[in-house]
């Protein structure tokens, strides 16, 4: 077999899993804001403070795991196996959300052990892509990873959307009856376990593949010992992660801002339609143009959708229908092309160790930034998405001052 008909295997079949398990996934994830809130009907100032514990302690604790999962996989040298049990994990962890009616906290459960899964896949995954694919193809393969992460999504919110219509309390806006929550959450199980059946057709890629146990290189743990433009790389990461709270907070802020639950849903789908559709011309972008331009690009343009929806009133909040595509082309600029540049950057014996600190950082800083996003929203709905503007100016600097782009010798 070829050395490029082996890439697009590899990379084709983990595109098809993310596809599909984010149809899963995003049939849910929209919806959790108003499942909690119908939880807490009777106690809705806590929805906030409630939404950032559960995004923050789920995101941040579960990904510890990221950094010590892409340090096993480097250690054994095997991908496929650590990233066949993360996909089946986060599959199987939304058996819980059948049992929120006893109390949100099992909504926190199901969160915290779908994120382990993530947590546990997510590093081996990203280096299967990297070292499965030339060097020269390496923004190209991550971009088409995320934009079929995100045309899943996409398909989710569609889906999402129709069923909502059949459930939703026209006075209010929402979903009031439970039964209808329970009714999307069985559907959305049915595409998560067709993603992982795609992962049993993965080959380990032939950087891996074959190699002996006395001729593995040990994988570097000690981030301190990797080239500067990385360490300060993953210092920008974690600054900017301080103001990137959940999306939970950009959905809760549109309904706050008067719009029903079915048009934000919408808004939320023309989010991953627009991240879909360009992740690819991006990812081949950043590996003409390089990497960091297009990174310090898509933070700019983070800062100005952060803040329209700090500024935006209930007035003119039609203004959301164009700001929700405008982060959907943030997050197609920026998510494929970090991978890519972490893993252009880390040393070549610990790229998914890498890949999991860079995962790790940005998890840990979840907890913290949405916790401050669920208590500024508190105290008032704008201040959260002015913070995160001004974490992206910062960030800005330190990438553009101080981060070159070069491979480690």
Known sequence: MSKKSFVNRNVILTGFT???????????????????????????????????????????????????????????????????????????????????????????????????????????????????????????????????????????????????????????????????????????????????????????????????????????LDFRRYDRNLKIFFLAQAVFTLGNSSNQFLLLRSMNLGLALPSVVLMYMLFNLSSSLLSGPFGSLSDRLGFRKVLIGGYALYGVVYAAFGFISRENAALLWAFWPLYGVYAAMTEGVEKAFVAKLAPAESKATALGFSHTIIGIGLLPASIIAGTLFAVQPAAPFLFGAGTSIATIIIVGLWVKERPVQ
């Open 18 to 220: 993310s596809f599909f398990t984010d149809v899963s996934s995003e049939m849910i994830y929209p919806l959790l804001q108003a499942f909690v809130s119908a939880i807490l009907a009777a106690r809705g100032a806590l929805v906030g403070p409630v939404l950032g514990i559960i995004e923050g302690v789920a995101e941040s604790t579960a990904s510890l795991l990221k950094v010590f999962s892409g340090y096993y996989s480097d250690r054994i040298r095997k991908r496929k196996l650590p990233t066949i049990s993360g996909y089946s994990l986060s599959a199987a962890a939304k058996v819980l959300l059948f049992f929120a009616s006893s109390g949100w906290y099992f909504v926190l459960f199901s969160r915290f052990i779908d994120r382990i899964g993530k947590g546990i896949r997510t590093a081996p995954r990203d280096a299967l892509i990297s070292e499965s694919t030339p060097s020269e193809m390496q923004g190209r393969a991550f971009g088409l990873q995320r934009a079929m992460d995100f045309a899943g999504a996409t398909a989710g919110v569609l889906i999402l959307y129709f069923l909502s219509l059949k459930f939703i309390d026209h006075a209010s806006g929402t979903i009031k009856n439970m039964t209808g929550f329970y009714t999307m959450f069985v559907v959305s199980i049915v595409p998560a376990a067709i993603g992982v059946v795609f992962l049993f057709f993965l080959k380990e890629p032939p950087a891996v593949a074959g190699v002996q146990a006395k001729q593995r290189p040990k994988p570097n």
